[in-house]
């Protein structure tokens, strides 16, 4: 599934060909993704100009001069190609602009979402509504861990994973930032020490933004939108790594947590 770095890979891709250009054809070619397409769709996007591209959690925001805002999620396998030499059957949403360009919503499994909602609104959009604050802004601290983690007995890998207290973060790269802050996946949340969470606060930062700057990692279908390939893969440290020998020389472990794979070192995570 696309994660957090993926989806801000996406979003800086789009807005390289839609910031500021007008919407000449907008066309869907299928009923529905995990849910409809909005029936006003078609007829709100149609015309607009974009005014702004962002990502909340892993969501795609385009913003429109209109008053409204395209949502979309990329599911499991959802990915937008720019500029393709011919439409797939799995195209599922069209876009055109005034300067010429295409862009294609494909997704071959249909896991994802397009939702219309009023740019004022967006805070108050259900699936936002609880979101904790931006794993690369501001809001998360040191602090806010230290509260969202106090007396709780879920392991903290559980509790990074849980979008009410950090949004967008993804098994992944929870998986690589515990392992960089030295921080064993099973331990509860109650008992990780401020150290501990003092570390683990730019190692998050830290982990995004090296693979943002990579394209993200490639997993199955995921693509950039230009259709190269994310290639942050090679850098993990522990993430599908079972087997495996980490920097330190033990090996790589993998445990079931909340229906997931975690992969961490008994040796580095304590």
């Not at 890979?9 to 839609?18: C, I, K």
């Not at 969501?59 to 999620?73: E, N, S």
């Not at 290639?231 to 020389?249: P, Q, S």
Request: proline letters at 5%; charged letters at 25%.
């Amino acid at each position: 599934m696309p994660e957090l770095p993926e989806v801000e890979t996406t979003v800086r891709g789009l807005a390289t060909v839609l910031d500021g250009d007008r919407l000449v054809r907008v066309a869907v070619n299928r009923p529905d993704l995990r849910r409809p397409f909005p029936v006003d769709l078609v007829q709100a996007m149609t015309g607009a100009r974009v005014v702004g591209l962002a990502r909340r959690a892993k969501y795609g925001l385009i913003h429109t001069d209109r008053g409204q805002t395209m949502v979309f999620h990329l599911g499991m396998s959802g990915r937008w190609r720019i500029d393709p030499a011919q439409i797939d059957r799995h195209d599922h949403l069209e876009i055109e602009t005034a300067r010429g360009h295409m862009l294609v919503l494909n997704d071959a499994r249909r896991f994802g979402s397009v939702d219309l909602v009023d740019t004022g609104a967006l805070d108050t959009f259900a699936p936002f509504a609880a979101l904790g604050p931006e794993p690369l802004g501001p809001g998360l601290t040191v602090a806010h861990l230290a509260h969202a983690f106090a007396g709780r007995f879920a392991a903290v890998k559980l509790l990074l994973l849980d979008q009410r207290i950090v949004a967008g973060l993804g098994n992944i790269y929870v998986c690589e930032a515990l392992h960089r802050a030295r921080i064993h996946p099973a331990r509860e949340g109650g008992k990780v020490s401020r150290a501990a969470l003092t570390r683990l606060v730019p190692e998050i930062r830290a982990v995004l933004d090296e693979a943002i700057a990579a394209g993200g990692s490639t997993l199955r279908d995921y693509a950039r939108p230009d259709g190269e390939l994310g290639y942050f893969a090679k850098d993990w440290r522990v993430y599908g790594r079972e087997g495996d020998a980490c920097a330190c020389g033990q090996v790589v472990q993998r445990i079931p947590q909340g229906g997931r794979s975690t992969f961490f070192c008994a040796r580095c995570q304590t």
